[in-house]
């Protein structure tokens, strides 16, 4: 096999794992066929940029090699999927702390069941286009040729930890994100109690579930710049985040 279809096969198995956890938008995730159109795309496109490599010679260093090139993809596409998942714990957050509960779904939010969560989901996929975060990504994408060769896969040793502490993060991002509401809750619910010990027959209940809905739509209405000031920062960051994965320390 010559070196340029061979190092077109090994770009195309790591962009492959980033493409399959590509987020969903709305709910809704692309076709397989657009996946893979994308994949072979981005491959043909990055393969001309990239140092070629050369075919191993033992079949088993070949399964070797494209086996280690979908796992770097899957832990980029990871890595990438690590925003848009805390987005989408804030806004089942969010969900429960303005009294419109998302049903548990093992998927992502989906309009019908969780219209909040789906709906900030489905924002922070349109910003992270508008801002030009799919560039950087490629461009992260296409950098990490150059301390991982085609066809040699290989992560730095803290890249395990920089996968916990990523994932510690979804909890962190989703928690700042969904603060405003939920000390929203608090006053709210702090404020209805209050009225409830002074005016025992007034029904604090009946009243307490549709102004804390109230409010947090209003606060919602509000926090757009708040919440795409997180995530800003996060689209900034995501691009090292992906080369600390393969660069050496």
Known sequence: ????????????????????????????????????????????LVTGVVPLAHEPSELWQLIFASGGEVLLGLAFGFVCRLVFGAVDFAGRLISSEVGVAAAPEFRGPDMSSAPLASML?????????????????????????????AGHPAVCR?????????TARVIELGVRIAS??????????????????????????????PARALLGIALLAGAGTLIARHLFGEFNLLPVRLLELVAAH
């Open 1 to 44: 096999m010559p070196d340029y279809p061979f190092t077109w096969m090994m770009v195309f198995l790591r962009a492959l794992g980033i493409v399959l956890l590509m987020p969903e938008f709305a709910g809704y995730s692309p076709p397989v066929l657009v996946r893979v159109g994308f994949t072979m795309l981005l491959a043909a």
């Open 121 to 149: 989901s489905a924002f922070a996929v349109v910003l992270f286009f508008l801002v030009g975060g799919h560039l950087a990504v490629i461009g992260a994408f296409t950098r990490s040729f150059d301390f991982a060769p």
């Open 158 to 166: 803290a890249a395990a930890e920089q996968v916990v502490v990523g």
């Open 180 to 209: 405003p509401f939920i000390g929203l809750n608090f006053i709210v619910t702090l404020a209805f109690a209050s009225l409830g010990r002074t005016l025992p027959r007034v029904q604090v209940y009946l009243i307490s579930m």
